[in-house]
């Protein structure tokens, strides 16, 4: 999932009140102001308001907006309750950028297990999430990586329960595969998980080698590349002398995502 890298996170809604708070006057009309107590009711004040930390293993019933966004107030809820997101990994000190979107990355490749084409042909994504300003103003210093899986476009999927470390090597993952509801290409195209109603489904991928100048190296390029790697996939997992399948190669936008590679697809069997 691509995101603009801003981060920040809103935890607390009570700053207002607190800072108000401070701010209200005794019945002492002494002119002469405690330096002492001044301090330490600033002090008391900015520790109040100083965002939580989240914590690993917390769940939350986040929709596929919340998982774009930088930054979320969402309240964790019970892990047993029906919960789209969970966090895997906490850090405490501040980062940005493809130095977060990478350390999540990493983080929630290794809860999920498996190898790297397990993951990329499965519908679990990691999100990341940071303090925003005004917390950050106040003293919050961490970024927060979740566990998601995409349902299909703009939907997230309820996660298992209960949701274990190494779960793309449980028979549950099956749910979490990638799978579509037409052929690449066509109209009625569109990824879903496998345990939705579909037609075709991921069988492998074909990693592309890019352009000279390392830039993407354009559809006709891509195009001729995979297609015959996935004509063999897909001859190697049918017993049918004709064999179907279909090629989808990345975007020039995917690609400058991370999208080196293409899909193989097959109709379902």
């Given at each position: 999932?691509?995101?603009?890298?801003?981060?920040?996170?809103?935890?607390?809604?009570?700053?207002?009140?607190?800072?108000?708070?401070?701010?209200s006057?005794?019945?002492?009309?002494?002119?002469e102001?405690?330096?002492?107590?001044?301090?330490?009711?600033?002090?008391?004040?900015?520790?109040?308001?100083?965002?939580?930390?989240?914590?690993?293993?917390?769940?939350?019933?986040?929709?596929?907006?919340?998982?774009?966004?930088?930054?979320?107030?969402?309240?964790?809820?019970?892990?047993?309750?029906?919960?789209?997101?969970?966090?895997?990994?906490?850090?405490?000190?501040?980062l940005?950028?493809?130095?977060?979107?990478?350390?999540?990355?990493?983080?929630?490749?290794?809860?999920l297990?498996?190898?790297?084409?397990?993951?990329?042909?499965?519908r679990?994504?990691?999100?990341?999430?940071?303090?925003?300003?005004d917390?950050?103003?106040?003293?919050?210093a961490?970024f927060?990586?979740?566990?998601?899986?995409?349902?299909?476009?703009?939907?997230l999927?309820?996660?298992?329960?209960?949701?274990r470390?190494?779960?793309l090597?449980?028979?549950?993952?099956?749910?979490?595969?990638?799978?579509?509801?037409?052929?690449p290409?066509?109209?009625?195209?569109?990824?879903?998980?496998?345990?939705?109603?579909?037609?075709?489904?991921?069988?492998?991928?074909?990693?592309?080698?890019?352009a000279?100048?390392?830039?993407?190296?354009?559809?006709?390029?891509?195009?001729?590349?995979?297609?015959?790697?996935?004509?063999?996939?897909?001859?190697?997992?049918s017993?049918?002398?004709?064999?179907?399948?279909?090629?989808?190669?990345?975007?020039?936008?995917?690609?400058?995502?991370?999208q080196a590679?293409?899909?193989?697809?097959?109709?379902?069997?």
């Amino acid at each position: 999932m691509t995101r603009p890298r801003t981060p920040r996170l809103v935890a607390v809604a009570l700053a207002v009140a607190l800072l108000a708070g401070a701010c209200s006057g005794s019945e002492d009309t002494s002119t002469e102001p405690s330096p002492s107590a001044s301090s330490e009711d600033r002090s008391v004040t900015t520790a109040e308001v100083v965002p939580p930390t989240p914590e690993v293993g917390a769940c939350y019933d986040l929709t596929a907006e919340d998982a774009a966004a930088t930054s979320t107030d969402a309240a964790p809820i019970p892990c047993t309750d029906r919960h789209t997101a969970r966090t895997v990994a906490v850090g405490e000190r501040l980062l940005e950028g493809d130095a977060l979107a990478q350390t999540c990355r990493r983080r929630v490749a290794r809860y999920l297990g498996g190898d790297r084409e397990a993951r990329r042909l499965s519908r679990f994504t990691a999100v990341w999430f940071s303090p925003d300003d005004d917390a950050v103003t106040a003293g919050a210093a961490w970024f927060r990586c979740d566990l998601v899986a995409v349902e299909r476009s703009g939907v997230l999927a309820a996660l298992p329960t209960p949701l274990r470390r190494g779960v793309l090597a449980r028979p549950v993952a099956r749910r979490y595969a990638l799978c579509a509801t037409a052929a690449p290409g066509t109209d009625r195209f569109e990824r879903v998980t496998c345990e939705q109603p579909h037609r075709w489904r991921a069988v492998t991928t074909v990693d592309l080698a890019p352009a000279d100048d390392g830039a993407y190296p354009g559809v006709r390029a891509v195009r001729r590349s995979g297609t015959p790697a996935c004509r063999d996939a897909a001859r190697r997992i049918s017993s049918e002398d004709r064999v179907r399948f279909g090629f989808e190669w990345p975007t020039a936008e995917q690609w400058d995502a991370g999208q080196a590679y293409g899909y193989c697809w097959m109709p379902r069997g």
